[in-house]
């Protein structure tokens, strides 16, 4: 069953962004539940106020179709994936911005390959809790834990913003490829460094938002908490600082996993329609006023 974002589903035709649900975690190692996180996001959606007051749109004017999720093969992490990719493309293909609602961080690497053969190179911003870049977890190299090491392998620039989980292999390979890092602590002990995230970032952006990345006092459901992480108002600037100075190319939530905890499905929604606002706002799909 399709399920729409927000209150104002508009045929495929006329949709220029199109939400993409990727129910699949099935490489998650701890608390499994991912699955439901596109079925909460889009249930909470249709709660959310139309009307953004800091931006002064309603997001929603840019047209929003949201599109079947994608299927996954149990027991085939690989197939799985294809399925993700191919999914993926047919959108963007079609000229569609694609918002991707995981599911688990795995899926960034499909959707991140989609992005590249579609619409060229860029950079990826990664926010998150944890960096990512085991080059394999619990025997797969398809794990939650492994994409950004397998997209590094890929060739793409990354920058990491909002860590406070990293063993010494990936801090001496982020150091070895170039990986900017700006972990969490920093961030609170300094402010957000804007001027170093966007240096650090090329034109082009491609964004994976880990629902972890954030404190746990804002979302608690996520998978793999962490204490220390991002105020939903810290995360919302970063985005801000980044949607007004780069060109966004596509972009995925992922690692929400529902637990009763309303204001969570509610913070993961209203973030995401944020963003869809401010690429509105970028691409001159929306205007003040
Ligand atoms: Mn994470």
């Not at 539940?33 to 929603?60: D, K």
């Not at 944890?130 to 797969?140: C, M, N």
């Not at 801000?240 to 905890?261: C, D, I, T, Y």
């Amino acid at each position: 069953m399709r399920l729409p974002f927000g209150e104002r589903d508009v045929p495929y035709r006329e949709a220029r962004v199109v939400v993409l649900p990727v129910p699949y975690d099935l490489s998650l190692s701890f608390l499994p539940g991912a699955r439901r996180g596109p079925e909460a996001i889009l249930l909470a959606s249709r709660e959310l106020e139309p009307f953004l007051l800091e931006l002064g749109v309603a997001p929603e004017e840019v047209g929003i179709h949201a599109a079947e999720a994608v299927p996954f093969v149990a027991g085939s992490a690989e197939e799985s994936h294809a399925l993700i990719r191919e999914a993926a493309l047919a959108h963007l293909r079609a000229g569609k911005f694609l918002v991707s609602l995981g599911g688990d961080h795995s899926i960034a690497h499909p959707l991140v390959l989609a992005h590249r053969e579609a619409l060229g190179e860029f950079s990826l911003l990664h926010i998150d809790a944890h960096a990512d870049l085991y080059p394999e977890w619990q025997g797969s190299a398809y794990s939650h834990a492994s994409p950004f090491y397998r997209l590094l392998q890929e060739g793409f620039p990354l920058v990491q913003v909002g860590l406070r989980a990293m063993d010494r292999d990936a801090l001496a390979l982020v150091r070895e490829r170039g990986v900017a890092l700006f972990p969490a602590h920093r961030i609170h002990r300094q402010g957000l460094p804007l001027g170093e995230i966007l240096g650090a970032l090329g034109e082009r952006v491609y964004l994976s938002f880990d629902f972890d990345a954030l404190d746990p006092a804002v979302m608690p459901s996520v998978g793999t908490p962490l204490p220390g992480g991002l105020s939903y108002r810290q995360a919302v600037d970063l985005l801000e600082a980044v949607f007004r100075e780069k060109e966004v190319v596509g972009m995925e939530f992922v690692e929400l996993s529902p637990n009763g905890q309303f204001h969570a499905e509610m913070t993961a929604a209203q973030l995401v329609y944020h963003a869809i606002g401010l690429k509105g706002l970028q691409a001159g799909w929306l205007g003040p006023g």
